[in-house]
């Protein structure tokens, strides 16, 4: 069971936007601006697309963007293209353990 | 522009311990930190551990204590995972990863496939 909670899986039809949530304690996603998320396509090594809540490394399109609120952290992906398709992960410092916690990751999928 | 270059893939029996490098680009040896993310069959990201390639402090994963080891070569600029007693829980993929900062991770490397079979 992985620390922080997402969907096991959003849908949604070019064009459209999607949101992924990531849910933890105040020990890790509400405690501290140490939040990213991670997309990996099959085969690949995982590639960081947020970074501290909301921030875009640069290189990555201005359609995903992050936000949080609370223990829970979200990333929205606008105008969803078919490379978009792949599986997105969070991640959180936390303060229990001093560490890295994942999410269990969530299957995006291009309608 | 950061690279990181891995080892190659490892057959080990159970019990048995297994090695793995990350051989880093020069500006990636001055990065904070270089971290080991491992990934099991099917989806799920796991935290390893944390190594700082100058000085050479660590700092590891509760549930790897006792059983991991992290090192650094600076004359090669590469990082070592070791990890001992493994088991079938253990086959997975193994990531370095290079930080910036602390906790994002924004490069990372081919990643490493571990087979633990008898």
Same mark, same amino acid.
Request: proline fraction near 4%.
């Given at each position: 069971?992985?620390?922080?909670?997402?969907?096991?899986?959003?849908?949604?039809?070019?064009?459209?936007?999607?949101?992924?949530?990531?849910?933890?304690?105040?020990?890790?996603?509400?405690?501290?601006?140490?939040?990213?998320?991670?997309?990996?396509?099959?085969?690949?090594?995982?590639?960081?697309?947020?970074?501290?809540?909301?921030n875009r490394p640069s290189?990555?399109?201005?359609?995903?963007?992050?936000?949080?609120?609370?223990?829970?952290?979200?990333?929205?992906?606008?105008?969803?293209?078919?490379?978009?398709?792949?599986?997105?992960?969070?991640?959180?410092?936390?303060?229990?353990?001093?560490?890295?916690?994942?999410?269990?990751?969530?299957?995006?999928?291009?309608? | 522009?950061?690279?990181?270059?891995?080892?190659?893939?490892?057959?080990?029996?159970?019990?048995?311990?297994v090695r793995v490098s990350?051989?880093?680009?020069?500006?990636?040896?001055?990065?904070?930190?270089?971290?080991?993310?491992?990934?099991?069959?099917?989806?799920?990201?796991?935290?390893?551990?944390?190594?700082?390639?100058?000085?050479?402090?660590?700092?590891y994963a509760q549930k790897?204590?006792?059983?991991? /080891?992290? /090192?650094?070569? /600076?004359?090669?600029?590469?990082?070592?995972?070791?990890?001992?007693?493994?088991?079938?829980?253990?086959?997975?993929?193994?990531?370095?990863?290079?930080?910036?900062?602390?906790?994002?991770?924004?490069?990372?490397?081919?990643?490493?496939?571990? /087979?633990?079979?008898?």
């Amino acid at each position: 069971q992985s620390a922080l909670t997402q969907p096991a899986s959003v849908s949604g039809s070019p064009g459209q936007s999607i949101t992924i949530s990531c849910t933890g304690t105040s020990s890790d996603v509400g405690g501290y601006k140490f939040v990213s998320w991670y997309q990996q396509h099959p085969g690949k090594a995982p590639k960081l697309m947020i970074f501290d809540v909301d921030n875009r490394p640069s290189g990555v399109s201005y359609r995903f963007s992050g936000s949080r609120s609370g223990n829970t952290a979200s990333l929205t992906i606008s105008g969803l293209q078919a490379e978009d398709e792949a599986d997105y992960y969070c991640s959180s410092y936390t303060s229990s353990t001093i560490s890295v916690v994942f999410g269990g990751g969530t299957k995006v999928t291009v309608l | 522009q950061v690279d990181l270059v891995q080892s190659g893939a490892e057959v080990k029996k159970p019990g048995a311990s297994v090695r793995v490098s990350c051989k880093a680009s020069q500006n990636a040896f001055t990065a904070n930190h270089l971290h080991w993310v491992r990934q099991a069959p099917g989806p799920g990201l796991e935290w390893m551990g944390m190594i700082n390639p100058s000085g050479g402090s660590t700092s590891y994963a509760q549930k790897f204590q006792g059983r991991v /080891t992290m /090192t650094r070569d /600076t004359s090669t600029s590469t990082i070592y995972l070791e990890l001992s007693s493994l088991t079938s829980e253990d086959t997975a993929v193994y990531y370095c990863a290079h930080s910036s900062g602390w906790w994002a991770l924004d490069y990372w490397g081919q990643g490493t496939l571990v /087979t633990v079979s008898s």
